[in-house]
């Protein structure tokens, strides 16, 4: 699109085609293309310990499949449209186009390899490096380093005198003053981190080695062999699956046009390498579950690949599990389907809900979850508000950035990116105007979009990849967010007055209550620099603070001691 705009080309998007009627029907039947594992005919074929092994990936085959069948059903649109006309296209879209139209002419291009969101791990070395490796070269380097650092760990036993609380890929940087705090009560946390890294640098190595937090390794050559043993015997089942193209031909069906010859590759490879990954994790967690006298398992999410078999076990085992909230969510009535199938953010399978506020709490109970929840408070913004004296103001504005994503229905097509990039010049731009200094904070997600070339280069403009965003608000004077993010209620804590800047149509019907009761600012980019220059107003300014103050007091309750209630509550539960 933008080398035939350069070229002054007329042309036609094919975002186009589609209204808003068909985007959310592609959305919704991505959703239930994504849940092929429920199928009867599926169903016992894919379970290994009562564990169902096709749903532990949903979501990442929902991330694959959104995109191709929007692009597929708007290949359908345009070669209906022009039958009787001769189509040029990409020979890379040949086994897309193939059984769409009978005169296309393909031009050379080479086919893109697909490959699996989760399969690499991007790592910011410092803001101008990053690295990228392989998900396998990363699991070896995390379970030989944790290995070594671990006899580092003096504590690292097992205390049977307390109660033990598995916590499932805690962050302990995050969770530092619940890691710290728990050492004043009759539990002892254990630290059970398949994914994300546990000790990667000082900070985190020293908050593990100053806790009585236990981290877990495993080294048993028996279980590793029997492990193997049962991946040779269940490979047998996913050829068997695999082999099933009748089933597949029918079931991934797009308006009477079958487009499994076009995923067939992508989801025999996902299917084999996730179900596979399977079999580890289940016999990995099951030993220990099986080995431990576990009182609870936390999660903080119940769509994740491991919290999903940490939630069938600990049900299997008679543990109590406990879905611990880790943001501030979307939330309407409108976005409760995406909150429970993409978020999951609802407790559908464990015991009980542990709400940051009565907020949150009201929104489960409207949204059909009214069984057992507890409010706890937020124990990631307990540091926040106990370290709220070293906040001053700079000359500079911070924007925390979140890019339009591929698996969300209205975001990623030519409009949205378009908008969003110039969005992001503009407020460079303004910034400048102001003769103000702008901090651009990107998000940590590894599909974010690279802002780099956007920006042109000045010495009052600076891009952060890495670190944590509160220390940066703290020093900020007004901070920025595009649409929603966490990140505003610890500017609300903060107490910086916060601009939410719309980049995205996505056609939504229903606002949260951030929007319709707090002070912040919610505005396109037309308004952003008038609204930057309103807040030099003190009166304005000091208004709007004690709005988002009354509001963060009603999201977050216990502000400052949620740490204290958690380790208490799981002491005595």
Known sequence: HKILVQKEIDHSILDAILDEKNIREIWSKSFSFSKWYEHPEMIDLIKFHEINTGKLFYTELHYYLYPLIKKYLQFIFVCEKYKNYKIIAPSHLSNQLDNLHSQIEYIPTEQKTESFIHDEIKFQLTNSLKINIPINYYK????????LLSKFLTNNEHDNTKKQILLIEFDPIK????????????????????????????????????????????DSKSLKSKIDMDKKIFLKNINNILSKDDF????????????????????????????????????????????????????????????????????????????????????????????????????????????????TKEYFEKCGY???????????????????????????????????QPNEPFDYNIENLELYEKIIHDICKISTDLKTKLIIKLHPFQG???????????????????????SLIKHSKIFMTTDFSTTILDAFLLKKPVISIKTKNRYIKEYPELFRESGIIHCRIDDLKSNIEK????????????????FVNNYISLQGNSSTILSKYLSEN
């Open 370 to 404: 009214s069984k057992k929840s507890k409010i706890i408070g937020s124990p990631v913004h307990d540091k926040l508000v106990n370290n709220i004296s070293d906040v001053v103001d700079n000359d500079y504005l911070l924007l925390a950035t979140s890019s339009p």
């Open 175 to 218: 969770y530092k003053d619940l890691l710290k705090t728990s050492k004043n009560y009759d539990i002892q946390l254990i630290l059970f981190n398949r994914r994300r890294p546990i000790i990667w640098n000082k900070e985190s190595f020293d908050i593990i080695k100053n806790s009585n937090c236990k981290v877990i390794n495993f």
């Open 140 to 147: 070896k380097f995390k379970d030989v380093s944790e290995t």
């Open 535 to 550: 807040l030099s107003n003190s009166t304005l300014k000091q208004e709007l603070l004690v709005k988002n103050q009354n």
């Open 448 to 470: 974010e979009l690279n802002l780099k070339k956007l920006i042109p280069k000045n010495k009052n403009i600076i891009i952060k990849q890495k670190g944590d965003i509160s």
């Open 248 to 359: 597949f031909q029918t079931f991934f069906d797009l308006d009477g046009h079958s487009f499994w010859h076009i995923i067939k590759p992508f989801f025999k490879k996902i299917c084999k390498k996730r179900m596979l990954d399977a079999i580890q994790e289940i016999s990995l967690t099951e030993d220990l579950m099986k080995n431990s006298n576990l009182s609870s398992v936390i999660i903080w999410s119940e769509n994740g690949f491991n919290e999903q078999i940490s939630l069938e076990l600990s049900k299997k085992f008679g543990i109590k599990s406990m879905l611990l909230q880790h943001g501030m969510y979307w939330e309407t009535l409108e976005n409760k389907p995406q909150n429970s199938f993409l978020g999951g953010i609802f407790h559908d399978k464990s015991d009980i809900f542990l709400s940051w506020g009565e907020n």
